[in-house]
């Protein structure tokens, strides 16, 4: 099967077989955009984290609201166990040096409460 080839602004939905603006919720799908392909996937690869908002994959989680890279998804609050670093962005078994992890917050904070 070829490839489906979109124009700027398009992304390859290989589900429903031709070119969109925005990958559809219904299927639950993300915009993938890296320098070779854009397309629709159901899980956004390697280092990319999918963003329910605006059902894209990013880089980065975004900051306002803040948010934070689990699993490869972005969340609004880390799973148990699990704490919310404010350097990386992302959810972690532990805090760097300096930080302390408060399990009420389930955040990376700089004194304890």
Sequence with gaps: MVPLACSPGFYADSTKRKCVS???IATATFAYNSTTTKKCVTACPGDYFADNSTRTCV???PNIPKMYGQNNVCVYNCAYLSFADPITNLCASGCQDGYFADSSTLKCVLTCP
């Design 22 to 24: 925005f990958c559809d």
């Design 59 to 61: 880089l980065k989680c």
